[in-house]
């Protein structure tokens, strides 16, 4: 009898140290999403536009017809230089690009 006693006590204590072993692992409880992106898609300098995380898409010809575009550069690299710097001035960093999207993030508030 004491032997089943002292058994069921020792399997007692590894089970309350597996449980807590294995809560200590559990994912963060206390935000869901801890970065928003943008996605900035080339279409051209007219067609150039801004998709963001609530799903909004903002047409960035306005902004890109405002600046003149120097001799000798690239149509693309450079007004998506412009567009990725107006979307940084709001808070957002490079997070990676594809050969015609550049997506940027920033963290959320919790």
Request: proline letters at 3%.
């Amino acid at each position: 009898m004491k032997k089943s006693m002292a058994v069921l006590l020792i399997g007692l204590v590894m089970f309350a140290c597996a449980i807590t072993v294995f809560k200590s692992r559990a994912a963060e409880g206390t935000t869901f999403q801890k970065y928003e992106y943008v996605t900035i898609r080339w279409g051209g300098k007219e067609n150039t536009h801004l998709i963001r995380s609530n799903g909004k898409v903002e047409m960035l010809g306005p902004l890109l017809n405002r600046v003149a575009r120097p001799d000798r550069t690239d149509d693309r690299a450079f007004y998506m230089n412009i567009a990725m710097n107006s979307v940084a001035r709001e808070g957002y960093e490079f997070a990676g690009m594809t050969s015609d999207e550049i997506i940027m993030k920033r963290a959320t508030q919790p």
